[in-house]
DNA sequence: GTCTATACGAAGATAGAC
DNA sequence: GTCTATCTTCGTATAGAC
């Protein structure tokens, strides 16, 4: 794999502080004595401090949009369109937790981007839906608000970043069945 | 009921502004904007922005708190207290839709109340557990990893704030149940 | 690629008049 | 209870030397 270029690694460590605080909380002196360097340096890098924001949060909300197209092109049932859905959310989390917080916490801090982060987070909600509501259809899936089905399911995976790191062992295929089983079949014997 | 205090105020639209941008980001300047007034009044009924925080914060999580105590001390079997910890969170988040933002997103930013606050939700999530390995034990509840299935109920309910100022009905009733259904039994047929 | 020096504005908060 | 005026610190960002 390549080497990480020095924009590279002030993201990754600014994402990492903008998870502790919050990007507004965390100045570029902040972020500067973390990578060792003076604040002035990291200009030679990055143009602004909103654009490392916009670069975090884009880069991630694509890959998502990107993965939702792959699964909505496959010919698997609802049911299993919603475990890949499942995996993709364990697996684009468990690769950049720190990156997911700033998705979920401070995309309204975007600036020039934020119209766009808005359409690709509304599409994939809509597609999203649009799998519950063919699960519903073809009776795969309880014929409850598929809205409220989606908010419950969505809100559970984009959470995913602040208790995967917490987990030592991590096995991604296992948490991913057994978010599978609790999303899908429920808690109850 | 009692007259709003000009305290009450400020904390309500302080608590208002902080879910839309997070209280790192909202200026005492825009607080004072959003009450009418100037900067400088609003020391007259709050010692610092550290201190509205303190109290939206604290005051949600001690009745989140007290709520749980009162769900524990109950009879009922496990089901039936996830059912009522899900009308908990259902009731305080409608009543508090702002308080919530900054109990989910700011607490970090807590000075003096961040050790206590945390030991108040560490409290919380320990109940809950204990209430899920009952249901294990006493076979009400599958036999899967316990965190996973609270971290999955929790994420949903902490984030309802998110959610349920978009719908415009708003049965809390039917919200709550609804819910159960889907965190309790899934969602497929 | 990093530094020092610095510009410029905005932040939280206080003093004292009305 | 609110105002104007102000203090002090800290924010992002640039210029130019090394």
Redesign the interface.
């Known amino acids: 794999m390549k080497k990480e270029t020095r924009r590279e690694e002030i993201i990754r460590v600014a994402a990492k502080l903008f998870k ?6 965390v100045t570029m002196r902040d972020l500067a004595a973390e990578m060792g360097i003076k604040a002035a340096s990291l200009y030679n890098h990055i143009n602004s401090k909103q654009d490392i924001l916009n670069d975090i949060i884009i880069s991630l909300a694509e890959a998502f949009t990107e993965g939702m197209k792959l699964i909505q092109s496959s010919n698997k049932n609802c ?1 299993d369109k919603l475990k890949q859905i499942i995996e993709l959310h364990v697996k684009l989390s468990s690769q950049n937790v720190y990156g997911m917080a700033s998705l979920n ?2 995309w ?2 975007l600036d020039e981007k934020l119209k766009y982060y808005q359409k690709l987070r509304i599409d994939y909600e809509d597609d999203f839906r649009s799998i ?1 509501k063919e699960g519903i259809a073809s ?4 014929n ?2 598929p ?3 989606m ?3 969505l ?2 995976l ?2 995913l970043y ?2 995967i790191p917490k ?1 030592e062992e991590l096995n991604l295929k296992e ?1 991913s069945s ?2 599978s ?9």
Chains 1, 2 share one sequence.
């Not at 502790?20 to 909380?25: D, L, P, Q, Y």
């Not at 089983?181 to 014997?189: D, E, F, H, R, S």
């Open positions: 502790e605080k919050g990007f507004s909380a049911i916490n401070d309204m801090h519950l009776g795969e899936i309880i409850v608000k809205d409220v089905m908010f419950s399911i809100t559970t984009r959470s602040i208790w987990k948490l057994t978010l089983q609790i999303l899908i079949t429920g808690i109850n014997k």
